[in-house]
């Protein structure tokens, strides 16, 4: 089999990275179409039976067909498939498919994320990870302005998917220029921006018979409509404007009937309704562009998908007039044999199928590509700036574990129980913790940050299982050593509710408060103390209230102790000297003994372990509670009888009352002071006593005053060491041992009647001389 096989002067040249003549044309079909892949199938013959096709993989192919008024027309692609088919046609036979390098795109599944970019950006970038694959890549022929996007993601997606999905979301069309060795992804958003035929114009005959074979023209013509729907409604929900309208829509001009059928979508896929507007009539025009379908026939390899042309020639019956669009087209050509080694083959040998639409009918790509969704959640990282990173609407940043790129998500909302005008819950995930995402619609793009879940890394409150009956609020301090807590322990007979401030408790109750609690109430106040009551205020105790200011320790209860005991000895001496009874006797006992000192000193010692107790990061408030009952208990030992109240101050204590004040005692009183008694009275001072009085110095009473009255209804007496004068009933009696009066002058006279009458009363006597 010594054949040359020579491609010179064909209508079709296959040229490979072998050259022109390792691999001849034999046999090329295909289609191609806007806003789809094409797909060549080129049989060639060879006179090497070893061709290396793992070679010729990925590299690109093409075949010229030439034109003698038009110039060359070129079909290129890389070569995805290649197969030996056996024997025939003057030597070995085979396959290649040519496909466009944005299906290598379809090979690479990615998950990305995009941040602030508009639709033509995200495109660009994605692109350029195919640089090598074809040059020059694409062409931006796009007129249109095109929006921001805040957040795009790449889920799980190809490129060429993920691609495709982004123009379809914005109407933007894409297909192929072709060039010797390349071709070139065209994109485009307005028909007029299709490449033209070369040339601008191919014939239509309505006879096959009448045309010359050897020019490019046309015959077998077909049209048809399509209904579609004819009216969009969309609407949406832009949190940060929750009461603006959303609802957009767009009718077509469609008279016929049923022609205004309409299709409803929510979520729209925007956040302004003026976007909303402009994608309302996207979307219509995407549903409207199946309609205007327009099939012909004919042998011109020069046009392919995303060209426009107007036809000359025979009329058409029933077309208007204008450029179309050519959609898709379908080749078909077959070259003559090689055996005689000849250069056979013309024109007659191609031919297509085309769909084409008239130029002003809509051209927008359906909604075709698979929108990924997300079923069920998913856990991310909370990333950012310091220990807590979020907006004004507490949103937060994540970090998918699936993000290769270390990048992070848009700000993402947080769930909380309950959100309303300036009242609701608010939990901001701190950044380290991992969060649950979930995703509104299943969309990728719409993050939702559910909850936050424990890891291997991030500790417990508390260590499990030993708490699982623990339900725990526990907030670490930010950008600080420490904690706020709410616990609550449901042990059955452990059952408690702890609550941890790291620093200050602020509680404002609007009306009223009320608190019962059955058993004991330990507070302990480190500093200061402040009760303000506007109204009144009542106190109530069942048994007995023991009062103290400062001299928290033992030292002062050590030393008032003794006074206290003994205060309580004076009562019970006075009592029995006065014949009081059991009553008061057995009162002054309780009061000798009101303060137990051993289990005083111990109360005050378990202060300070309840003071340092209440840390309960580990223990929920277990030890704090311990403690507490336990001073409860000291209490009880210490004021055992029921009705006392035992007030000890340290160093000073002051009462101011501003109008009036009435202290009643219903058996006894003991005053005891240790040092200095002093009592201003700024008026009237009144003492009155039922039965005795008994008023006792150990050195002496020293009265001072303008006037200074004593009296005795029946007797007055007194009495000293040498001697007693007694005023009675039956006069004045002096008993002494001697009598020494020193006067310079002595009267002795006898009393005037009234002045016997007024001592025979039962007011004090005063002889005063009316005549000095």
């Known amino acids: 089999m010594n054949l040359v096989l020579n491609q010179e002067n064909r209508p079709a040249i296959l040229t490979t990275m072998l050259g022109e003549t390792e691999l001849v044309l034999l046999r090329f079909t295909g289609q191609d179409a806007v806003n789809d892949l094409f797909e060549y199938r080129v049989e060639a013959v060879s006179l090497n039976a070893d061709i290396d096709l793992n070679a010729l993989m990925g590299t690109h192919a093409h075949v010229a067909f030439s034109n003698q008024q038009h110039g060359p027309r070129f079909y290129d692609g890389i070569i995805t498939d290649a197969e030996t088919l056996g024997v025939g046609d003057g030597g070995y036979l085979y396959s290649l498919t040519l496909r466009p390098w944005l299906w290598l795109a379809d090979q690479r599944q990615n998950q990305r994320i995009f941040h602030n970019k508009t639709v033509v950006e995200i495109i660009e970038e994605v692109f350029g990870d ?183 020639g025979d009329d058409i019956p029933g077309r208007q007039a204008g450029t179309l669009i050519c959609l898709e087209a379908r080749h078909s050509y077959s070259a003559n044999g090689y055996q005689s080694g000849g250069s056979g083959g013309d024109m007659a040998s191609f031919s297509g199928e085309y769909v084409l639409t008239p130029v002003d009918a809509p051209i927008l790509p359906p909604r075709k590509t698979h929108v990924p969704r997300i079923h069920g959640p998913q856990t991310a990282m909370v990333v950012g700036e310091g220990e807590i990173d979020c907006d004004e609407y507490g949103r937060v940043l994540v970090h998918f574990h699936w993000d290769l790129q270390k990048a992070y998500s848009m700000r993402c909302r947080v769930l909380q129980h309950s959100a309303a005008g300036e009242y609701g819950g608010m939990v901001i995930p701190r950044i380290g913790m991992e969060a649950v995402v979930e995703f509104l619609e299943g969309d990728p793009d719409k993050p939702l940050v559910t909850g936050c879940v424990f890891n291997g890394k991030t500790d417990r409150p508390y260590s499990l299982p030993a708490h699982k009956t623990k339900h725990v609020i526990r ?59 506007a109204a009144n205020s009542m106190e109530r105790v069942g048994a007995n209230k023991n009062i103290s200011v400062g001299g928290g320790g033992m030292g002062l209860l050590k030393m008032l102790m003794p006074l206290v ?163 009675d009933n039956s006069g004045i009696t002096i008993k002494t041992k001697h009598l020494k009066v020193k006067s310079p002058k002595v009267d002795f006279t006898s009393g005037a009647p009234d002045q016997v009458d007024a001592l025979k009363s039962d007011k004090p006597f005063a002889q005063d001389c009316k005549g000095k």
């Not at 894409?174 to 033209?196: I, K, R």
């Not at 004076?570 to 009081?580: L, V, Y």
């Not at 000193?601 to 003071?611: E, H, N, R, S």
């Not at 009435?662 to 008026?683: D, F, I, Y």
């Open 130 to 312: 195919w640089a090598e694959a074809s040059q020059p890549l694409f062409d931006n022929r796009l007129l249109q302005d095109y929006p921001v996007l805040e957040y795009t993601v790449q889920f799980g997606e190809t490129d060429r998917n993920f691609i495709c999905r982004q123009m379809e979301r914005f109407g933007i069309n894409y297909c192929f220029d072709h060039q010797a060795g390349a071709h070139t992804l065209v994109m485009t958003d307005d028909p007029l921006s299709f490449s033209a035929i070369a040339g601008g114009t191919r014939d239509y005959y309505n006879s096959v018979e009448d045309h010359n074979a050897d020019d490019e023209h046309f015959w077998d013509w077909q049209s048809g409509r399509g209904l579609t729907t004819g009216a969009v409604k969309l609407t949406d929900f832009n949190f940060k404007t929750p009461k603006a309208s959303m609802q957009v829509s767009q009718l077509s001009n469609r008279s016929h009937p049923h022609g205004q059928i309409e299709s409803y979508a929510y979520p729209g896929d925007y956040l302004e309704a003026g976007t909303g507007k402009g994608l309302s009539q996207t979307r219509l025009k995407q549903i409207e562009s199946a309609d205007h379908r327009q099939r012909i026939v004919g042998n011109a390899p020069s046009l392919s998908s995303g060209m426009s042309l107007d036809l000359t």
């Open 475 to 533: 907030a670490d301090t930010h950008e600080g050593a420490g904690f706020n807590e709410i616990s609550f322990e449901a042990q059955a007979g452990q059952e408690n509710m702890a609550i941890h401030a790291q620093k200050d408790q602020t509680i404002r109750v609007l009306n009223d408060q009320s608190a019962n609690i059955s058993a004991n109430r330990v507070e302990q106040i480190g500093a200061n103390a402040s009760l303000n009551v």
């Open 565 to 727: 005991q003994a205060g309580g000895k004076f009562m019970k001496k006075g009592a029995n000297k006065a014949g009081s009874g059991a009553g008061v006797g057995g009162f002054a006992g309780v009061v000798a003994g009101v303060s137990d000192l051993p289990n005083e000193l111990a109360a005050i010692a378990m202060k300070g372990q309840f003071t340092g107790s209440g840390g309960h990061r580990s223990a929920g408030g277990a030890d704090q509670l311990g403690k507490g009952a336990t001073m409860a208990r000291l209490l009880q030992m210490i004021m055992p009888s029921t009705g006392t109240m035992n007030v000890t101050v340290e160093k000073y204590k002051k009462e101011t009352v501003g109008a009036g004040s009435t202290e009643q005692v219903g058996l006894a009183k003991n005053v005891l002071v240790g040092n200095v008694l002093t009592t201003s009275v700024g008026k009237l001072m009144q003492t009155k006593v039922g039965e005795d009085y008994d008023l006792e110095t150990k050195k002496s009473i020293f009265s001072r005053t303008r006037k200074h009255t004593l009296h005795a209804k029946d007797k007055f007496v007194i009495g000293g060491p040498g001697g007693t004068i007694i005023i």
